[in-house]
């Protein structure tokens, strides 16, 4: 990985975590009288692939109305994210030599976070799912990247906790990977901090 020029970072589960989740959207769903006309697997696609404000034009009335009924729910989940104790070191450290993304699949409100703890200060670009309007691990946000960078697939290392939308969607890109686990649930992982990445970049 020694000819890395840029690293991209996931988000939750990766540099910041959820200390308290109520799962809003999925809450949403749940509390709905039919699902909003829709399986949950559309929902919670269109959920992370359009605003707020074009989702409350998009579906039922009874979408606005449980929001605003339930928004106390998620602004106990927004307010309990926490970045995880290594992060702001590492990513002031890695971002004088190598040029930083962020790339997550989210819900627009859960972007505040970024702007909260102050991590919007350490990337260059930010590419979050909700704005570019798909979803890790299609090949079309991954092909963003590039497009911005300008550089080589081997330059580039993805780092996150997904399997399937991180690990596979980047290395189908070509790109270097790292599946990071900080719960260490199971040993299907590379790293378990951002701690352990100096020494695997020199490799």
Known sequence: MKHTKVIVFDLYNTLVEIQKPTKFFLKLFKESRNGFNMDI?????????????????ILPLEFEELYVENFSALTTEIASVEV???VLEVLSILSKD????????????????VLATDLHLFFDH?????????????????????????????EILMI????????????????????????????????????????????
Request: with cysteine.
């Open 126 to 154: 930010m590419i979050f799912s909700c704005d570019f309007g798909a979803l890790k691990p299609s090949r079309t946000i991954f092909k963003e990247v590039e497009k911005i960078s300008g550089k080589h697939s081997k």
């Open 41 to 57: 697997s559309s929902y919670l696609n269109l959920v992370m692939t359009k605003s707020v404000k074009e989702l409350i034009r």
């Open 84 to 86: 995880y104790k290594e």
């Open 98 to 113: 190598f040029e930083l993304y962020l790339l997550s699949n989210l819900a627009e409100p859960y972007k505040k976070p």
């Open 160 to 203: 996150g906790d997904s399997y399937k939308a991180d690990i596979i969607g980047a290395q189908s890109m070509g790109w270097n990977t790292l599946m990071i686990n900080r719960k260490k649930s199971n040993e299907d992982f590379d790293i378990q901090n951002l701690h352990e990445l100096n020494e695997l970049l020199k490799t």
